[in-house]
């Protein structure tokens, strides 16, 4: 039932922005919330595992063999960071440049801090919506996440998907999801660096975690991919 109302508010939402008519947006998640809210629960407790990577296959179903499906069928809760993450760690990259390398522009410093506050405004909008709904976990600010980052690597990090996978994984260790899944594309050669390249330090700065990197490309086995998650699942 759940997922039959997530494809029904994909589509209307499509449909929204397909029509310019982005003022429906919020009454649309309220709608959505109210809906969700109603879903009978039949597997009340269950374990979670949190998911990162690179921004293709983390958001891409096909691009990873449909392995968040396959999950939830298997009864695990599937963690995704939001995509909005990924637009807002723009406003930490350009500080974390001019500490380091660019001459500070104080007319450039109020234009970006403007938009920023422009940003969050838009976003907080959602999240008054979103607190209605019974499982609501509020997302902690992308500064927030570069502190929890700057503790593993240089903030100066930024090919790829930059400091930001290491600063999800650690988010997921601080809310006490210790079972992480980091998907990458086979030879992404900056996502192995702040990816699989981390885990040394990522462990050393959270002991508990428990984290499987998975690589895709089109030769990749299925059986393999599930194979490893079953192990996973089964060190829980």
Not at 117 to 138: C, D, M, S, T, W
Request: hydrophobic share 40%; glycine share 4%; net charge neutral.
């Amino acid at each position: 039932h759940s997922k039959r109302l997530k494809e029904k508010y994909i589509t209307l939402a499509q449909q929204v922005l397909e029509n310019k008519k982005h003022n429906q947006l919020i009454p649309l998640l309220e709608q959505a919330v109210h809906e969700f809210n109603q879903v009978p629960i039949k597997y009340p407790e269950v374990k979670t595992v949190g998911l990162v990577g690179e921004i293709y296959v983390k958001y891409n179903a096909y691009g990873q063999y449909y392995i968040i499906d396959w999950l939830i069928d298997n009864h695990i809760a599937v963690e995704i960071p939001p995509l909005m993450e990924f637009m807002m760690q723009a406003f930490v990259n350009t500080k974390a440049q001019r500490n380091d390398f660019i001459a500070p522009r104080k007319g450039l410093d109020f234009i970006e801090s403007l938009m920023e506050l422009y940003a969050n405004h838009f976003i907080g909008k959602f999240e008054k919506v979103l607190q209605q709904f019974r499982y609501y976990k509020p997302t902690p600010s992308i500064h927030h996440a570069a502190s929890l980052a700057s503790e593993i690597l240089n903030l100066n990090h930024q090919y790829g998907e930059g400091w930001l996978i290491p600063a999800e994984i650690a988010t997921f260790a601080a809310h006490n999801i210790h079972d992480v899944v980091c998907l990458q594309p086979f030879g992404c050669i900056a996502n192995h660096i702040i990816g699989k390249g981390m885990e040394k330090k990522i462990k050393q700065r959270y002991p508990q975690l428990n984290l499987l990197y998975l690589d895709f490309d089109s030769g990749i086995s299925k059986v393999n991919v599930l194979n490893r998650l079953h192990f996973l699942l089964q060190n829980q």
